[in-house]
T-cell receptor
Framework: DGGITQSPKYLFRKEGQNVTLSCEQN?????MYWYRQDPGQGLRLIYYSQIVNDFQKGDIAEGYSVSREKKESFPLTVTSAQKNPTAFYLC??????????????FGEGSRLTVL | GQQVMQIPQYQHVQEGEDFTTYCNSSTTLSNIQWYKQRPGGHPVFLIQ?????EVKKQKRLTFQFGEAKKNSSLHITATQTTDVGTYFCAGGTSYGKLTFGQGTILTVHP
């Protein structure tokens, strides 16, 4: 089946540790996104990428890093510099054509808890 | 930077009443999308609007994109209990950034 796969679904981390969230898509989409969702709040953009080996900071990039070495993969690292990392993280992909972002296809999300 | 504001934050209605949520961007958008998220789930795409003044309908849902491409609305006629969830707008720019509004949480009382 085509889609977005995020792993792990749940993750616990001690303060001071880095953690990497995986996001893989087999939809052949050019664009990929990482959003953070806190309880009762909207989705805030962390990083996005329209092409391999290129990515842009979103609105809350501090304390996070990404890479886009392959079209189908866009892993997110939550570093120890992120002051409040406990959240629900959503990865998405879309087509991107003529300056218009297409429908976002979301993964099931990764829930990170820092102990 | 670009901001997308959405109101109201919460809306409680009786089943059968109408519901509207509004979205305003600080900058002109290339497109706007609407999503619905059920509790515990991920956002699911509803529709995309691209043209100035565009209006689209999906059964009881009506979506509008403003003439200046800076605002949008979603209207649900005669709500049903299956409409419960959080509705998000997301404004797109020509360089690929998609910014979500804060969402409107809809509850429907039978």
């Amino acid at each position: 089946d085509g889609g977005i796969t995020q792993s792990p679904k749940y993750l616990f981390r001690k303060e001071g540790q880095n953690v990497t969230l995986s996001c893989e898509q087999n939809l052949n989409h050019d664009a990929m996104y990482w959003y953070r969702q806190d309880p009762g709040q909207g989705l805030r953009l962390i990083y996005y990428s329209q092409i391999v080996n290129d990515f842009q900071k979103g609105d809350i990039a501090e304390g996070y890093s990404v890479s886009r070495e392959k079209k189908e993969s866009f892993p997110l690292t939550v570093t120890s510099a992120q002051k409040n990392p406990t959240a629900f993280y959503l990865c998405a992909s879309s087509i991107w054509l003529a300056g218009v972002t297409g429908e976002l296809f979301f993964g099931e999300g990764s829930r990170l808890t820092v102990l | 930077g670009q901001q997308v504001m959405q109101i109201p934050q919460y809306q409680h209605v009786q089943e059968g009443e109408d519901f509207t949520t509004y979205c305003n961007s600080s900058t002109t958008l290339s497109n706007i999308q609407w999503y619905k998220q059920r509790p515990g789930g991920h956002p699911v795409f509803l529709i995309q609007l691209v043209k100035s003044g565009e209006v689209k309908k999906q059964k009881r849902l009506t979506f509008q994109f403003g003439e200046a491409k800076k605002n949008s609305s979603l209207h649900i006629t005669a709500t049903q209990t299956t409409d419960v969830g959080t509705y998000f707008c997301a404004g797109g720019t020509s360089y690929g950034k998609l910014t979500f509004g804060q969402g409107t949480i809809l509850t429907v009382h039978p």
